[in-house]
């Protein structure tokens, strides 16, 4: 068997062909972006997260994370908070939109105001509120969808606890068990122990999805021979670079990756920001201070960081990205950084240079 080959993915009653997941980012992977990389090839989506608190009242803002443009299939829904029966009420209202394959329980966040609540990587500290979370939000919604758990080694390098958390999730009814090869203290930064991840995958029936230090494409296929889990889930090497879904189908499929042509930079970053214009324009006035266009283009910014480092005359636009733009002004300027070519081509499934 080829090195470059994956297998599918049975993740309860959802089969996912090909086992490489686009890693939920907030304030990144929305629909507009987790579309493009669809397109690409990629295998599986999952939502930003989703306070399960905030559905639970009916917030409007919180309504907004789960848009999805247009049909964007597997896609998972991930919630997060601490309190049970919140979880299990915001799972049930998923499961009641049917808009969503899978249902994921974030137990991973490190951010000071998530984990200190006990939310997100806080429930590593109390594994026994982890599992009966996972086995609520499975009473509540586990017929209609596969329940899967994202989250972490341990919550510092002292507390690893990673056998113990997952063991009981997979008793509780986890389907799946997306695993970041990280501690929470170090948030995103050094090496994931891949050896840790294989070794999880050993001692668990259910799929486990390796997650973390994934910095090209062909890391992907290393990561599952390595550790031998069920798939992928590819994080910030994809930002800027939807493309690596495309030259991950390549390498399978025993061609060459290309990289992406600067057309098809322009192309991407046109429809993105056109994406995001529809899905802003979809929320309410109240929400929208600046209106649709203005408040896409402020979200598409820290995109055009990823899409254009790496091009001569990004700094340029790098100065004006704090200014309020309109989508003209910004495509145009996008365009005349283009026009100014990259310091160096980018070798096909590698990340662009200083990424
Ligand atoms: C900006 C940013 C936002 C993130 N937001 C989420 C999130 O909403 N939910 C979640 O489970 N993980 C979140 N993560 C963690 C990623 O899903 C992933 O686990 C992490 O980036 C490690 O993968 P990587 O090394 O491939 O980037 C976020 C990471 C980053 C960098």
């Not at 299990?88 to 000071?112: H, S, W, Y």
């Not at 598409?300 to 200014?323: D, K, S």
Request: hydrophobic share 40%; with cysteine; aromatic share 6%.
């Amino acid at each position: 068997m080829s090195v470059y080959s994956l297998q599918p993915v049975q993740i309860g009653s959802l089969r996912v062909e090909w086992p490489v997941f686009l890693a939920p980012m907030a304030g990144y992977t929305d629909g507009a972006f987790r579309s493009l990389c669809l397109e690409q090839g990629c295998g599986a989506v999952v939502t930003e997260m989703v306070s399960a608190q905030g559905l639970m009242r009916h917030h409007v803002r919180t309504g907004y994370y789960l848009e999805t443009w247009g049909e964007e299939h597997p896609i998972g829904a991930q919630i997060y908070g601490s309190d049970p029966a919140a979880m299990a009420a915001a799972a049930a209202q998923i499961a009641e939109a049917r808009k969503f394959d899978f249902l994921d329980v974030n137990a991973g966040c490190p951010m000071p105001k998530i984990r200190n609540r006990g939310d997100g990587a806080g429930l590593m500290r109390d594994p026994a509120k982890m599992a009966e979370i996972v086995r609520q939000v499975k009473a509540a919604a586990g017929e209609k969808l596969p329940v899967t758990v994202k989250t972490r080694i341990g919550w510092c390098a002292d507390t690893i606890n990673v056998l113990e958390t997952t063991a009981g999730v997979e008793a509780a009814g986890a389907d799946a068990i997306f695993l970041h090869g990280r501690v929470a203290s170090v948030r995103h930064s050094g090496p994931s122990d891949w050896n840790l991840i294989a070794e999880v995958k050993r001692a668990r029936r259910v799929p486990v999805i390796g997650n973390g230090g994934i910095k090209t494409a062909t890391d992907v296929f290393r990561m599952v021979r390595e550790t031998g889990v069920d798939g992928a889930m590819v994080g910030r090497v994809a930002l800027g670079n939807p493309w690596l879904f495309r030259d991950l189908r390549d390498w399978a499929a025993g061609r060459e990756p290309r990289p992406a042509t600067t057309d098809e930079l322009r192309a991407a970053i046109h429809e993105h920001l056109r994406r995001e214009m529809e899905l802003m324009a979809r929320k309410g006035k109240k929400e929208l201070k600046l209106g649709a266009e203005l408040t896409a283009c402020l979200v598409l910014r820290p995109h055009l960081v990823r899409y254009l480092r790496g091009y001569r005359g990004f700094g340029a636009l790098a100065r004006t990205l704090e200014e309020r733009q309109d989508a003209a002004t910004l495509l145009r300027r996008v365009d005349e950084v283009l026009a100014t070519g990259r310091k160096c081509e980018a070798p096909a499934g590698e990340p662009a240079p200083d990424q």
